[in-house]
Each structure stands twice: as structure tokens, then as C-alpha cells.
């Protein structure tokens, strides 16, 4: 044993003995009242990788805070999540989601995926920093040349105007699914009550997508749409949901938006449904042949809403997959 594991050894043992006499009550009243005020900011949420030749850049709207996950799943039990959260030491509690657009510099385009709630606080006051997050990650937002849409939800689509009716990407073309776009513009779903989430869902749709129509683009499956990005039709999470598939040198990134909510439990079980599909059954057929495809081919891909930054790979486990994150990187390497 080294002098320095001895002398570590020996103060866990005074630590320890003082914890159990009381000795440290003390120390408990100095930290509630530290010289130091505790710091309120976290480090700021962007995070740079290269992908082939483009530079990618994820930043944070920051996290979804969504109470309890039992009640979002069909065909599972309330013990079975907990179940599955308490195996992969999650919280049963306070569900959360984080959102992570991603911005990719191709050297011609900047391009953008997916833009956060905007001013939005129905799922609490943690979201809406995209602006702030590209501020710090040195992005100005007349820069983004393209917004490509996953989808019409809230949590995709809320944050391309400005509430005062101002663009907050003045000059990006808007790129969406026909066919989402028509089914989350549609005035005749304002007056649906079931779904509860259907009239505030098409409401903002049409604030965020309608003042857009002259800068839209529809784009359809198998198109590459703009250089080395190609649309592949996933319907069910909504009905013209898209997955884009970003290729550079050889390399390809799957931009997978809502193919899967979860790390664990929409990996683990991918059949399990997610109850704010548009067709859960569709939604869980899509995400098993997609991420299977994932799996088969070593694709990586970046999850919407997985736990931050949320890169990663996936790989078949039993009937379902396991998600493996991709160790984030100090530095940025300048290799394009
Ligand atoms: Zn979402």
C-alpha cells in the first residue's frame, strides 16, 4: 500500500467514524450556509462532433419534465416500468425527457433539426433555450440556411416563430412531410377534445407552420433532399413522422426525432406502445424494423430525447435493443 492510498484510507476512516459520532453535524449547517454561494448554471448545453466531413453540433431546449412514466405506455403495467427504470437506475418519478436539436455545418448549408417548445410552458420552465444555447454555441440563427422538421408535435416544431410573429430562422427553408403538415394544419381537429393534447397540438401547429407556407418545402421518402440528407418515411409516432439519414464521407447518422422516446423502455421493449402515437401499433412496428435496421448495419444515431447528448448505436438484446451512448469528447478535432 502506497503512502498516498494510506493516508486516502485513513481519512475515509476518520470521515466515516466522525459521520457516525455526530461529529459533522456542524459541518451540514456551513454547507447550507457557504462562504460560496452554490452555483444556479449548468455548463452551457452544446456539444460538437464530427460526422465524415460535416461538423455537427447538438444543443440543448432543454429537458421535458413529464411526472410519471407509467401512465405514457399501453400494454405494460405500472410494476413493469418500475421495474425497468429501477433496473437501469432511473427514477420512478418525474419522468424526463431532454430535447437535442441537431445542427449540422456541411461547409455549405447549416441545417437544423427540430426546433424545441419555444415559448411554451406546458411542460414546465425548463425548456425553450434553443435560442440561448446556439447564442453560446457561437450559432447566429439567420445562419441556418434549413429547418427540417421530424415532425408537427410541440416539442419539434414550437420554436420557429417568435411570438411576436417574428421568424426566429429568418432565412431557413422550412422542410416537413406533406402529410404531417396537412394533418397537424387541419382546422377541423381545433374542436376534437379526444386526444386531450389534439386542439393545443394543432393550434400551435398552425401558429408555428402556417406563417411558413411560402417557405415550405414537402419532402417526400427516399429523398435526399438536401446534400448527403435523405428522408425516410416512419410513420405512427405521427402520421408523416420522417427519420434522416445523414451521410458524409463514407458515414451515415441516423436523426431518428420519435422513432423512441427512451433509452431503456422503448429499447428494451420496443413493442411496448407510447400512448401519444398517432397509431401506437404502426408507431412500435416502424420503431422495431428501423432500429433493427440500426442494429443490423453499426448505423449511429442521435435520439431527440435521450439522455444528453443523445448520440449513441444500438444492438439487438433478447427481443429487444440495447442503446450503448457514445463518449462525448473534450476536444474539438478540426478533421474536415
Ligand atoms: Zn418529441
Redesign the pocket.
Same mark, same amino acid.
Given at each position: 500500500m502506497t503512502a498516498i492510498s494510506m493516508s486516502r484510507r485513513q481519512a475515509v476512516l476518520a470521515t466515516t467514524a466522525a459521520i457516525s459520532s455526530g461529529a459533522f453535524s456542524g459541518l451540514r449547517v456551513r454547507t447550507a450556509d457557504a462562504k460560496v454561494p452554490r452555483a444556479t448554471e449548468q455548463a452551457p448545453c452544446y456539444y460538437r462532433f464530427n460526422h465524415g466531413k460535416i461538423q455537427a453540433t447538438v444543443v440543448s431546449d432543454g429537458p421535458l419534465r413529464l411526472g410519471d412514466p407509467s401512465a405514457g405506455f399501453l400494454g405494460t403495467s405500472r410494476e413493469e416500468i418500475a421495474k425497468m427504470l429501477t433496473d437501469n437506475f432511473l427514477p420512478l418519478t418525474n419522468f424526463m425527457l431532454e430535447q437535442n436539436v441537431l445542427v449540422l455545418n456541411t461547409g455549405d448549408k447549416m441545417v437544423l433539426f427540430d426546433t424545441g417548445m419555444g415559448s411554451s410552458t406546458i411542460f414546465g420552465p425548463s425548456t425553450g433555450k434553443l435560442l440561448s444555447t446556439l447564442k453560446a454555441a457561437s450559432i447566429d440563427p439567420k445562419d441556418i440556411d434549413a429547418v427540417v422538421l421530424t415532425h408537427g !408535435?410541440h %416539442? !419539434?416544431c414550437w420554436g420557429i416563430m417568435a411570438d411576436d410573429g417574428g421568424h426566429h430562422f429568418p432565412n431557413a427553408q422550412i422542410y416537413i412531410s406533406k402529410a404531417d403538415f396537412d394533418f397537424w394544419t387541419d382546422a377541423a381537429k381545433l374542436g376534437m377534445t379526444d386526444p386531450p393534447y389534439m386542439k393545443m397540438t394543432v393550434a400551435g401547429a398552425r401558429k408555428h407552420l402556417l406563417p411558413n407556407r411560402d417557405r415550405m418545402v414537402f419532402i417526400k421518402d427516399g429523398e435526399e433532399f438536401l446534400p448527403g440528407i435523405q428522408a425516410m418515411f416512419t410513420p405512427g409516432h405521427t402520421v408523416g413522422h420522417m427519420v434522416f439519414m445523414v451521410t458524409s464521407d463514407g458515414k451515415t447518422l441516423a436523426v431518428i426525432g %420519435?422513432l423512441t !422516446?427512451h433509452q431503456v423502455l422503448l429499447m428494451h421493449k420496443p413493442r411496448l406502445q407510447f400512448v401519444n402515437d398517432t397509431d401506437p401499433k404502426q408507431g412500435a412496428d416502424t420503431r422495431v424494423r428501423v432500429l433493427d435496421m440500426l442494429a443490423t448495419n453499426r448505423i449511429p444515431l442521435l435520439g431527440? !430525447?435521450f439522455p444528453w447528448p443523445g448520440i449513441g448505436h444500438v444492438a439487438k438484446l433478447g427481443e429487444g435493443f440495447q442503446y450503448f451512448p457514445t463518449p462525448m469528447e473534450m476536444l474539438v478535432y478540426q478533421n474536415a
Amino acid at each position: 500500500m502506497t503512502a498516498i492510498s494510506m493516508s486516502r484510507r485513513q481519512a475515509v476512516l476518520a470521515t466515516t467514524a466522525a459521520i457516525s459520532s455526530g461529529a459533522f453535524s456542524g459541518l451540514r449547517v456551513r454547507t447550507a450556509d457557504a462562504k460560496v454561494p452554490r452555483a444556479t448554471e449548468q455548463a452551457p448545453c452544446y456539444y460538437r462532433f464530427n460526422h465524415g466531413k460535416i461538423q455537427a453540433t447538438v444543443v440543448s431546449d432543454g429537458p421535458l419534465r413529464l411526472g410519471d412514466p407509467s401512465a405514457g405506455f399501453l400494454g405494460t403495467s405500472r410494476e413493469e416500468i418500475a421495474k425497468m427504470l429501477t433496473d437501469n437506475f432511473l427514477p420512478l418519478t418525474n419522468f424526463m425527457l431532454e430535447q437535442n436539436v441537431l445542427v449540422l455545418n456541411t461547409g455549405d448549408k447549416m441545417v437544423l433539426f427540430d426546433t424545441g417548445m419555444g415559448s411554451s410552458t406546458i411542460f414546465g420552465p425548463s425548456t425553450g433555450k434553443l435560442l440561448s444555447t446556439l447564442k453560446a454555441a457561437s450559432i447566429d440563427p439567420k445562419d441556418i440556411d434549413a429547418v427540417v422538421l421530424t415532425h408537427g !408535435h410541440h %416539442d !419539434h416544431c414550437w420554436g420557429i416563430m417568435a411570438d411576436d410573429g417574428g421568424h426566429h430562422f429568418p432565412n431557413a427553408q422550412i422542410y416537413i412531410s406533406k402529410a404531417d403538415f396537412d394533418f397537424w394544419t387541419d382546422a377541423a381537429k381545433l374542436g376534437m377534445t379526444d386526444p386531450p393534447y389534439m386542439k393545443m397540438t394543432v393550434a400551435g401547429a398552425r401558429k408555428h407552420l402556417l406563417p411558413n407556407r411560402d417557405r415550405m418545402v414537402f419532402i417526400k421518402d427516399g429523398e435526399e433532399f438536401l446534400p448527403g440528407i435523405q428522408a425516410m418515411f416512419t410513420p405512427g409516432h405521427t402520421v408523416g413522422h420522417m427519420v434522416f439519414m445523414v451521410t458524409s464521407d463514407g458515414k451515415t447518422l441516423a436523426v431518428i426525432g %420519435d422513432l423512441t !422516446h427512451h433509452q431503456v423502455l422503448l429499447m428494451h421493449k420496443p413493442r411496448l406502445q407510447f400512448v401519444n402515437d398517432t397509431d401506437p401499433k404502426q408507431g412500435a412496428d416502424t420503431r422495431v424494423r428501423v432500429l433493427d435496421m440500426l442494429a443490423t448495419n453499426r448505423i449511429p444515431l442521435l435520439g431527440y !430525447h435521450f439522455p444528453w447528448p443523445g448520440i449513441g448505436h444500438v444492438a439487438k438484446l433478447g427481443e429487444g435493443f440495447q442503446y450503448f451512448p457514445t463518449p462525448m469528447e473534450m476536444l474539438v478535432y478540426q478533421n474536415a
